[in-house]
Every structure is written in structure tokens, then in C-alpha cells.
T-cell receptor, first 114, second 111 residues
Framework: DAGVIQSPRHEVTEMGQEVTLRCKPI?????LFWYRQTMMRGLELLIY????????DSGMPEDRFSAKMPNASFSTLKIQPSEPRDSAVYFC????????????FGPGTRLTVL | GQQLNQSPQSMFIQEGEDVSMNCTSS?????WLWYKQDPGEGPVLLIA?????ELTSNGRLTAQFGITRKDSFLNISASIPSDVGIYFC???????????FGDGTTLTVKP
């Protein structure tokens, strides 16, 4: 299996621009998570989906952030408009089922907002 | 919400030495998890603990689920250079897959 796939791996953009991060979970996995990692705040859960339905989005920082999962094999995290404080590494992770503990993380997208 | 305190924040050790790190919570968890993150990659699960008092090993790694269910420990014996990375603890209480992560322990191993 290819594992969790994220794109792009690196993104540099200017403040005010729209940014879209993409994730393809492992085939057959039913839950998908978006995390943000920074030096100051560590690893934060932004939102997670179960069977394509958002279950908990309490970690989404503000209205500028939105996430979708139109089908079982694809999810996006969008930031509009982006700000310098959004600079971080964004990880996507998936698990087979809600009671399965092994979260498989993607390689991450390093976002820099100038 | 639930908070995890992970310590130490960083460690600098000599190859061959043993390492200990721990995680404490303000409330109980039903599952404790330990992950390792290599530079430029996502975290990878090392050990999962499901019962209070449980002691589980994975090669040179040993982790324990505290009796109070509010803490967990990870030990690495005879460290080697490839042990370098960030180690995260995580706790779970539901079947929905959501975990709370600690801030991580950065390990540096000098040859």
C-alpha cells in the first residue's frame, strides 16, 4: 500500500492567498484526521472525519479554515485568506475504524505564508 | 479539555545509554499511545497500551500504562543513533479515533 499521500509537500504563498492542501487516505480506512504542527503549539488536531462525515471540527482555528471529504479517498484543507501565522506543517492521518489505534500519518505539507 | 504534560522536553545522551520519558494527564485515559517522528516525516506508532498497569515491549522500547490511568512511561534501552527523533505520547478515551497528543520529547543521541 502507498500509505497516506499528501500534496503538495511544500507550499510557499503570500499573505491573503488561498491555499488548498490535499490528502488521500489509505484505501479501506474509514476515518481521516487533519493536524497542524508548530514549534509553539505542538501537534494540534484540527478536524476529523468518520465515513466522510465531519465528527469534530473544534480544533479548526477560525472561519478562514475549512475542510471537506467528498469521498472516501480524498480530503482537502483550505485556508482562505492565508496569514503568516498559518505557517506550519499540516499532517493528514487515517485509521481503519474508530476503535483502531494505529493512525497512519502522511509525510505532511510544509506551508510557509510570507 | 484534557491536557498532556510530556517530559523531558529534550534529551541529549550518549550512544548506548538508556532513556526514560513520561507523560502525565489531568484526567484518565483508556488507551495510551507512543509515537516517534523522524525529521521531515509524520509520526509512526511505536507502542499501544490498553490496560492500567500494562507493560509492553517492542524491541529495545518498553512502555507502561500507569496504575492511575493518568500517566505513561517510555523507556529506550541501549540507545543508538537512529533513535534520534521526537517522541510523542497520546491518550484516547473514545472509540471515535480522536487522540490527545503531548508536546513531544526531542531525543538526540551522540555517537
Amino acid at each position: 500500500d502507498a500509505g497516506v499521500i499528501q500534496s503538495p509537500r511544500h507550499e510557499v504563498t503570500e499573505m491573503g492567498q488561498e491555499v488548498t492542501l490535499r490528502c488521500k487516505p489509505i484505501s479501506g480506512h474509514n476515518s481521516l484526521f487533519w493536524y497542524r504542527q508548530t514549534m509553539m503549539r505542538g501537534l494540534e488536531l484540527l478536524i476529523y472525519f468518520n465515513n466522510n462525515v465531519p465528527i469534530d471540527d473544534s480544533g479548526m482555528p477560525e472561519d478562514r479554515f475549512s475542510a471537506k471529504m467528498p469521498n472516501a479517498s480524498f480530503s482537502t484543507l483550505k485556508i482562505q485568506p492565508s496569514e503568516p501565522r498559518d505557517s506550519a506543517v499540516y499532517f493528514c492521518a487515517s485509521i481503519k475504524g474508530p476503535s483502531t489505534d494505529t493512525q497512519y500519518f502522511g509525510p505532511g505539507t510544509r506551508l510557509t505564508v510570507l | 479539555g484534557q491536557q498532556l504534560n510530556q517530559s523531558p522536553q529534550s534529551m541529549f545522551i550518549q550512544e548506548g545509554e538508556d532513556v526514560s520519558m513520561n507523560c502525565t494527564s489531568s484526567s484518565i485515559f483508556n488507551t495510551w499511545l507512543w509515537y516517534k517522528q523522524d525529521p521531515g516525516e509524520g509520526p509512526v506508532l511505536l507502542i499501544a497500551l490498553y490496560k492500567a498497569g500494562e507493560l509492553t515491549s517492542n524491541g529495545r522500547l518498553t512502555a507502561q500504562f500507569g496504575i492511575t490511568r493518568k500517566d505513561s512511561f517510555l523507556n529506550i534501552s541501549a540507545s543508538i543513533p537512529s533513535d534520534v527523533g521526537i517522541y510523542f505520547c497520546a491518550g484516547r478515551n473514545t472509540n471515535a479515533g480522536k487522540s490527545t497528543f503531548g508536546d513531544g520529547t526531542t531525543l538526540t543521541v551522540k555517537p
